[in-house]
C-alpha cells in the first residue's frame, strides 16, 4: 500500500485504518450483543434458566403442541439434530420479539466501543511523543491498550509503519477521521435492525452451556441427562420409552414394541443380538457396549407423554417402519385415554 502526499496521503490512510477498524470494531459490538442475548435468554426464556434435562422437557411440550411427526422422528432418532433446531427456533422467535431493543443496544455499545477506540488513539499518541517513539511503537501502545476489547492486532495494521511515518499528529489525525467514517458507516447498518448477522452466535453460546452427554439408550434412544460430556459414569435417563418408537420389534414378526426398557430389564423376555446369541434382558450389560455403558433401573415407571405419543401417531410410526403394533405389540386400551394435555401436564412437573 503506497499513501500519496498532502491531503490525498492522510485520505488514503484513513481509508486503510477504516477497513481495518470497521471489522474489528463490528465484530467486537456483534460479539457484546451475543452475550447479552445468550444471557438475557438463561435467565427469562424459561427454556434456558434450567440445565439440559430442563431445555428437554421444553422441547418435548413443544413438539406436542405442533403434532409434527417427523419432528418426532427427528426427536427421537437424531436428538442432537432436535436440540439444534429447538434452540434455533427460540432464538428467532427472541430476536423476533426485541429486534427494536437489541438494534437499541447495538447503538449503546457501537458508542462504548468508540469511546474506547478514541481514548485509545489520546493515550497512544500521548505516550509515543512523550517517549520520543515511532509509529510501531505507537501501534504496540494502540492494540495493546484494546486487547481486551477487540480483536485488533499490529499485524493488522502493519501496512502503515511501512509508509515511513514519522508525525504521531498526523497518525492520530488519520485514525480519528477513520473512527468517525466507521462510525457512521455502523450506525447506518444498526439503525437498519438486521439481527441476521448475530442470530448464530446466540445460538452456539447457548448450546455449548446446555449441551451435555448425547449418548442415547441402545433400547428406546432417551438421551442420557448427564450434564457432563465424556463422563465416567454410566449413562442413564429418568424416564426410558417404548422401543417401537424407534422401530424396535418382536423377533419373527412385524410387531412394534410397546414395552418399557426399564420394564423389560425386569422381565424374562430376552435381547437378541444375532442369530445364535440372545441373553435375558435382566443381563443386558452382557451384551457389551453400548449396553454395558448403560444403567438401567427395572422398574414400571413411564410417563404419559409417550404412551400418548405412541396412540397420535400409531399410522404414521406404522408406515415410517413398515411395521405394526399388533400381537404382542398391541397398544394397551387405557393408553388411548391420555389426552395431549394430560401428557404435557404430566412433563411439565
Given at each position: 500500500?503506497?499513501?500519496c502526499d498532502?491531503?490525498?496521503?492522510?485520505?488514503?490512510?484513513?481509508d486503510?485504518?477504516r477497513d481495518?477498524l470497521q471489522?474489528s470494531?463490528?465484530?467486537a459490538?456483534?460479539?457484546?450483543?451475543a452475550?447479552?442475548?445468550?444471557?438475557d435468554?438463561?435467565?427469562?426464556?424459561?427454556?434456558f434458566?434450567?440445565?439440559?434435562?430442563k431445555?428437554?422437557f421444553?422441547?418435548?411440550?413443544?413438539?406436542?403442541?405442533n403434532?409434527?411427526?417427523?419432528s418426532f422422528?427427528?426427536?427421537?432418532?437424531?436428538?442432537k439434530t432436535a436440540f439444534?433446531i429447538?434452540i434455533t427456533?427460540c432464538?428467532?422467535?427472541?430476536?423476533?420479539d426485541?429486534?427494536?431493543s437489541?438494534?437499541?443496544?447495538?447503538?449503546?455499545?457501537?458508542?462504548?466501543?468508540t469511546k474506547?477506540?478514541?481514548?485509545?488513539?489520546?493515550?497512544?499518541?500521548s505516550?509515543?511523543?512523550?517517549?520520543?517513539?515511532?509509529?510501531s511503537?505507537?501501534?504496540?501502545?494502540?492494540?495493546?491498550?484494546l486487547?481486551?476489547?477487540?480483536?485488533?492486532?499490529h499485524?493488522?495494521?502493519k501496512?502503515?509503519?511501512?509508509?515511513e511515518?514519522?508525525d504521531i499528529?498526523f497518525?492520530?489525525?488519520?485514525?480519528?477521521?477513520?473512527?468517525?467514517?466507521?462510525?457512521?458507516?455502523l450506525?447506518r447498518e444498526?439503525?437498519?435492525?438486521d439481527?441476521?448477522?448475530?442470530?448464530a452466535?446466540?445460538?452456539?453460546i447457548l448450546?455449548?452451556?446446555?449441551?451435555?452427554c448425547?449418548?442415547?439408550?441402545?433400547?428406546c434412544?432417551?438421551?442420557?441427562?448427564n450434564?457432563?460430556p465424556?463422563?465416567k459414569?454410566?449413562h442413564s435417563?429418568?424416564?426410558?420409552?417404548?422401543?417401537g418408537i424407534k422401530?424396535?420389534?418382536w423377533h419373527?414378526t412385524?410387531?412394534l414394541v410397546?414395552?418399557?426398557?426399564s420394564?423389560?430389564v425386569?422381565?424374562?423376555?430376552f435381547?437378541?443380538?444375532?442369530?445364535?446369541?440372545?441373553?435375558p434382558y435382566?443381563?443386558y450389560?452382557?451384551a457389551g457396549?453400548?449396553?454395558?455403558?448403560w444403567?438401567i433401573?427395572?422398574d414400571?415407571?413411564?410417563?404419559k407423554?409417550?404412551?400418548?405419543v405412541?396412540?397420535r401417531f400409531?399410522?404414521?410410526?406404522e408406515?415410517?417402519?413398515?411395521?405394526?403394533?399388533k400381537g404382542?405389540?398391541?397398544?394397551?386400551?387405557q393408553w388411548?385415554?391420555?389426552?395431549?394435555?394430560?401428557a404435557?401436564?404430566e412433563?411439565?412437573?
Amino acid at each position: 500500500i503506497m499513501f500519496c502526499d498532502g491531503s490525498q496521503r492522510i485520505t488514503s490512510l484513513t481509508d486503510f485504518l477504516r477497513d481495518r477498524l470497521q471489522e474489528s470494531l463490528q465484530e467486537a459490538v456483534y460479539k457484546k450483543a451475543a452475550i447479552d442475548t445468550a444471557n438475557d435468554m438463561r435467565c427469562n426464556v424459561t427454556a434456558f434458566n434450567g440445565n439440559r434435562s430442563k431445555l428437554e422437557f421444553h422441547l418435548m411440550k413443544s413438539l406436542a403442541e405442533n403434532e409434527d411427526f417427523q419432528s418426532f422422528i427427528t426427536y427421537i432418532n437424531q436428538p442432537k439434530t432436535a436440540f439444534e433446531i429447538f434452540i434455533t427456533e427460540c432464538v428467532d422467535h427472541y430476536y423476533m420479539d426485541n429486534s427494536r431493543s437489541i438494534c437499541d443496544a447495538l447503538m449503546i455499545n457501537l458508542d462504548r466501543f468508540t469511546k474506547l477506540i478514541h481514548s485509545a488513539i489520546e493515550k497512544s499518541s500521548s505516550i509515543t511523543i512523550g517517549r520520543r517513539g515511532d509509529v510501531s511503537s505507537w501501534l504496540d501502545t494502540f492494540c495493546s491498550e484494546l486487547s481486551a476489547h477487540l480483536t485488533l492486532s499490529h499485524s493488522d495494521l502493519k501496512g502503515v509503519k511501512y509508509q515511513e511515518i514519522k508525525d504521531i499528529g498526523f497518525l492520530k489525525e488519520a485514525m480519528t477521521k477513520a473512527l468517525e467514517t466507521v462510525e457512521e458507516n455502523l450506525k447506518r447498518e444498526f439503525s437498519k435492525c438486521d439481527v441476521s448477522n448475530i442470530k448464530a452466535k446466540p445460538y452456539e453460546i447457548l448450546y455449548e452451556q446446555l449441551a451435555g452427554c448425547w449418548e442415547t439408550c441402545p433400547f428406546c434412544n432417551a438421551v442420557c441427562t448427564n450434564t457432563v460430556p465424556g463422563h465416567k459414569e454410566d449413562h442413564s435417563v429418568k424416564f426410558h420409552r417404548p422401543e417401537g418408537i424407534k422401530g424396535g420389534k418382536w423377533h419373527k414378526t412385524e410387531h412394534l414394541v410397546t414395552d418399557i426398557c426399564s420394564s423389560s430389564v425386569a422381565s424374562d423376555d430376552f435381547i437378541r443380538l444375532s442369530k445364535n446369541n440372545n441373553i435375558p434382558y435382566r443381563e443386558y450389560r452382557k451384551a457389551g457396549p453400548p449396553y454395558s455403558k448403560w444403567s438401567i433401573t427395572p422398574d414400571h415407571s413411564s410417563l404419559k407423554y409417550w404412551k400418548w405419543v405412541v396412540c397420535r401417531f400409531q399410522s404414521d410410526f406404522e408406515k415410517h417402519y413398515n411395521n405394526k403394533f399388533k400381537g404382542k405389540g398391541k397398544i394397551p386400551s387405557q393408553w388411548r385415554k391420555i389426552t395431549k394435555e394430560e401428557a404435557i401436564s404430566e412433563i411439565d412437573k
